[in-house]
T-cell receptor, first 113, second 113 residues
Framework: SQTIHQWPATLVQPVGSPLSLECTVE??????LYWYRQAAGRGLQLLFY??????ISSEVPQNLSASRPQDRQFILSSKKLLLSDSGFYLC????????????FGQGTRLTVV | QKEVEQNSGPLSVPEGAIASLNCTYS??????FFWYRQYSGKSPELIMS????GDKEDGRFTAQLNKASQYVSLLIRDSQPSDSATYLC?????????????FGTGTRLTVIP
């Protein structure tokens, strides 16, 4: 099965600082990759998804961006963080090798102060 | 618009009872259905997948799918306090080249000892 590596697990960043969260996938090829954000007690908000290298679709306009430089690498970035960017960020992978279920990374708890 | 809907709860059941979680979805052509369990502060973990109409049992968990009614449910028998979590329903709507995985907002389950 797939393994999703996501780091760091927790992050405290000042307002206005940059952000880079990285996600790598093992055990599959050509996956669809996703970045979600989850506010406390809330559902998953889809931020970005990618169906292939260099192909990024944005679901919600904001100051975040995503990139997929390699087939199994997905990066979430920001040039200047806002307080409202705080939340639990999850990377997920579907597809590849004929699998349709999603596997999640451990998540990153981001607190912008 | 593709949607997955769940009652947000909270759903409280006594220990040993059956917990019933429900989910409806909008795309009649959907083929893959999943239930995830998410403990507070953790990432979602896959507990059940179902692809055909009817019931699928795995230990204390039973997933039920009715494609004609666009309805999928999860039954947890002999509920335990360790089952207390948020349960997310997910539907893979199978679009190639686009986002194909849709999540409900989750149902929070509390099992009372």
């Amino acid at each position: 099965s797939q393994t999703i590596h996501q780091w760091p697990a927790t992050l405290v960043q000042p307002v206005g600082s940059p952000l880079s969260l990285e996600c790598t996938v093992e055990g599959t090829s050509n996956p669809n990759l996703y970045w979600y954000r989850q506010a406390a007690g809330r559902g998953l908000q889809l931020l970005f998804y990618s169906v292939g290298i260099g192909q990024i679709s944005s679901e919600v306009p904001q100051n975040l961006s995503a990139s997929r430089p390699q087939d199994r690498q997905f990066i979430l970035s920001s040039k200047k963080l806002l307080l409202s960017d705080s939340g639990f960020y999850l990377c997920a992978s579907t597809g590849g090798s004929g699998r349709s279920e999603a596997f999640f990374g451990q998540g990153t708890r981001l607190t912008v102060v | 618009q593709k949607e997955v809907e769940q009652n947000s709860g909270p759903l409280s059941v006594p220990e040993g009872a059956i917990a019933s979680l429900n989910c409806t979805y909008s795309d009649r052509g959907s083929q893959s259905f999943f239930w995830y369990r998410q403990y507070s502060g953790k990432s979602p973990e896959l507990i059940m997948s179902i692809y055909s109409n009817g019931d699928k049992e795995d230990g204390r968990f039973t997933a039920q799918l009715n494609k004609a009614s666009q309805y999928v449910s999860l039954l947890i028998r002999d509920s335990q306090p360790s089952d207390s979590a948020t349960y997310l329903c997910a539907v893979n709507m199978g679009q190639t080249g686009a986002n194909n995985l849709f999540f409900g907002t989750g149902t929070r389950l509390t099992v009372i000892p």
